[in-house]
């Protein structure tokens, strides 16, 4: 009863022991750090065991070796039919294509639905909210048939050519929400210098939109970056392979002697994602607290 | 005010009509300009998004197994579905269980956090980025090939036991707890969840808990009186978004499996089985039978869940 402390601003009322907080402030600090550390040992695991020669890869729960080495690397990146260079220069290529797809189609669409009137748009709109709930595998046989009479298996069209035309409605609804709250004023002014469409589009909206645009192009590498599914769908070559599907392909064909390659090599696949996600972590936790993304 | 426009000069009036004439073709133009900006995403909706999905409605009716043209065979796809294929009713069950178990814990322990993290707290953009990092990696093969070994037979969880005089097998080995490594899988990835939760809990006004704290509240009596309903929009989203990812989950249980669902079928996702009826044994009509089923089980599934809102879910207007 005598704990009165508001919600996000603790005030201390009269009647409440100052220490009382501060024990507080303690028990939920160690609670947290509990949390985290049960969460994130796993990484900080793999991490080590990466560096740790393979016999002892399997002993201990520990971080550290007297025997670091850097064996597991080098062994790892020429273990794959082709090398790791080979997969992260594939799996590179995709996700810049398809982020600059997603970042060319959604914007142009975006900027219709926030900006422009013309017919059918609130069922158009409708429209687009429900691909966004749609599971992807309604699709997936249709488009495995469509790019197989087009001759795409084993080339990346299929993986990139559909963010070029806006598959991903999340990101365009994103967007839209954010270009609805720009201020209209900057639009008429650019108009009344003379500027179309495109001209407002191009100088003064995307400018403007400059954090959504961030957010989408994270999301879009996270997510192409990791994708598993469509690799493993339409590319069944092995030079032309992703690491998600190397790495796959690696697990299937390693016994336990070469588990520390595999682990090598699953800690290089994450450290884009951990690199860029330390560089933009704001824009991204702020990107999933308003639009609610995964 | 109603003076001056009344006596506004010619060159005023004659601007207003320029412009006005201005305007139409300026609005004219527009959807011109409108269809442009929206091509290709009109292209994508409907050569990759409704067009397939009409196609494959048409192919649940058939057999086709993308050498020989399509067969209609009516609902036979259904009927051998509900009737005859036991694996179907394995994948079904196996989804089923890991949505009942995956959903509510992933829920429960975001908010849990998310309600320790609303507070002055020092670190918080660094809590928040550390509990918000795993999300990035839970669908990813890497990640997937480590739980694999941590769940192993002599992988880190038994390991840890063993310092307690406990000796287990494998547990992704195991048909009993294979699901349950999964499980835990998609709980460790509740970072975003759990972001949005807070970003619920910080909208809620501290006046309410003032007032309610004057009254003599306590702590529960305001967190089930207070924080509950005001963020029952949140936990609708919340719970919507993650049962409908989690009945789409593919890559984990493909990669600690090896492709195959097992053991003894145990991780054998529906999407798993989708994958493994339309990709590895060309039943390309079975498989859009079996995606248009889980449409429809999806939209049954919100449709309720929007519908039940009514009666749980509180907006502040009413």
Known sequence: MTSVKTHTIPRIYPGTPVKNTFVRAIIRHALLICVLFVLLYPLLWLLGASFRPNNEVFNGLGLFSENYTIQNYIDGWGAGSASFTRYFGNSLLVTVVSILGNLFSCSLTAYAFARLNFPFKNALFAILIGTMLLPMHVTL????????????????????????????????????????????????????????????????????????????????????????????LYLNRSDMQTVPLALNAFLDSTGQSSYGELFAMS????????????????????GIATTGMK | MSVHTQTSSPETIQSVLGSKARKRDWRKREVAVAFVFLAPWLIGLIGLTLGPMLYSLYLSFTDYNLLSSPKWVGLQNFVTMFTSDERFWVSTRVTIVYVIFGVPLILIVSLMIAALLNSKIAFLSGYRALFYLPSLMGASVAIAALWRQIFGGNGLINQILSYFGIEAGSWVGNPDTALGTLVVLALWAFGSTMIIFLAGLRQIPAELYEAAAVDGAGRVRRFLNITLPMLTPIIFFNALMVTINAFQAFTPAYVISGGTGGPVNSTLFYTLYLYQQGFAQLNMGYASAMAWLLVAVLAIFSGLFFWSSRYWVYYGDK
């Not at chain 1, 191009?202 to 999301?219: D, E, H, K, N, Y």
């Not at chain 1, 800690?267 to 702020?286: H, N």
Request: proline share 7%; net charge neutral.
């Open chain 1, 141 to 232: 046989v249709p488009q495995y048939i469509l790019f197989n009479k087009l001759g795409w298996i084993n080339t990346y069209f299929p993986l990139t050519i559909p963010h070029w035309l806006g598959v991903d409605a999340f990101f365009i609804f994103l967007m839209v929400q954010f270009i609805r709250n720009l201020p209209r004023e900057l639009d008429e002014s650019a108009r009344l210098d003379g500027c179309g469409h495109f001209g407002i589009f191009l100088r003064i909206v995307m400018p403007l939109s400059l954090p959504a645009i961030g957010t989408t192009a994270m999301f879009t590498f996270i997510w192409t970056w990791n994708d598993f599914l469509g690799p493993l």
């Open chain 1, 267 to 286: 800690v290089l696949s994450l450290a884009p994602i951990v690199g860029f996600f330390i560089v933009s972590q704001r824009l991204l936790i702020e």
